[in-house]
Structure formats: C-alpha cells, structure tokens
C-alpha cells in the first residue's frame, strides 16, 4: 500500500503510521521513534516534488486505457506521464516521448492559490508534470505565450516544455467569475 507509485507521485513526504506496519526500509526513513508511542514517523526519501519534467510520456486518447494502466502499474507514473489527448484542442507536440538524458529541472519561483510561476531549463522536449489537479479556469503560457494544458494521470494539469530555458505560469480565471462580474 505504501510502496506504490501514486505516494511518490502525490507529494507525501511523511508517513504516520502503526508500529507493526511493515514499512520498505529502501523508500522510508524513520523520523521519529518513541517506543511509548504506538506511531513511528517516516519520512519518504523517493516523493516527487510539486512539478517535474517526466522522462517519458506516452499520450492516450481514450481515458479508460489510461484508468486500466494506471490500475494495473502496466506504466510507472513516476517516469511516465499519461498525457490525455481530448482531440479538441491543440495536438500533443510529441507523442510517446522518451528523454535519454535528464529531463531538467524545474524551479517554482512563485506560488499563489490563483497563479504559480516556474522556470525550467528542460535539456529535451519533455512535459511538464504536476500534482496539480486539472480545473476548469486554468490557463497557461510559456514565456508569455498561450500554451494548452493537458490532462496528465486522469486528473493532474501538464503543459508540453520545448528543449531549453523557458518560464512557465499558471492562472486562475474560471469563466463563472467573469460572467458573475459583468
């Protein structure tokens, strides 16, 4: 239970849990161990960070192949990034895309509810993942221009970042309150 991807992938970084609970000591460090305390703290030494570039992307057009990988662990969504392709808007840049260097780093440089800026210095195309869950209102743009975001994991927003040194922001502005300001 603990040991599957989807930890790593949602950002848990502590682990709480029961004493007897059989915790792989490859992927946990214990934090805190009180013997007079039935809990031990563990810190997970293998999370993903808020945002990534992922080394590999594979894009799906029909969600219920994405639910049945993600189901069976057939894809590591800490390495691959299931990018859902709806067919109405833009067209994914790339397809199936795998990075045989590091992908590259990314930098949060500012976060708000409303708008987050990243800087990345991506050393291939490659997506930018997130554990950011996809709403409506979110829009995006790559060094100042539009970009479409996608839907990555059945529920995470992800934009495609082209080989180089880019700033990326992210911002809310759901159409219902522009309707309600009027």
């Not at 709480?16 to 997970?44: C, H, M, Q, W």
């Not at 390495?79 to 895309?97: F, R, S």
């Not at 993942?129 to 994991?153: C, F, L, N, R």
Request: net charge neutral.
């Amino acid at each position: 239970m603990f040991d599957g991807p989807a930890i790593d992938f949602l950002n848990v970084k502590y682990l709480l849990t029961e004493r007897n609970r059989g915790i792989n000591p490859s992927k946990y460090r214990i934090v805190v161990d009180d013997p007079a305390s039935t809990f031990i703290l563990y810190e997970n030494i293998s999370y993903l960070p808020r945002f990534f570039l992922a080394p590999q992307t594979k894009i799906y057009t029909n969600k219920d192949d994405i639910r049945s990988d993600l189901r069976t662990d057939s894809e590591n969504i800490n390495q691959t990034l299931l990018v859902y392709d709806d067919g109405k808007g833009a067209k994914p840049q790339i397809y199936n895309a795998t990075c045989i260097a590091k992908p590259g780093g990314v930098n949060v440089t500012s976060y708000s509810p409303n708008r987050i800026k990243i800087t990345t210095n991506a050393s291939c195309d490659a997506y930018l993942g997130s554990s950011e869950v996809m709403y409506p209102g979110w829009h995006a743009e790559i060094d100042g221009k539009t970009t479409q975001i996608y839907e990555a994991d059945l529920a995470f927003r992800s934009v495609f970042i082209p080989r180089g040194n880019h700033t990326i922001v992210f911002w809310f502005r759901p159409a219902i309150f522009l309707w309600v300001q009027q």
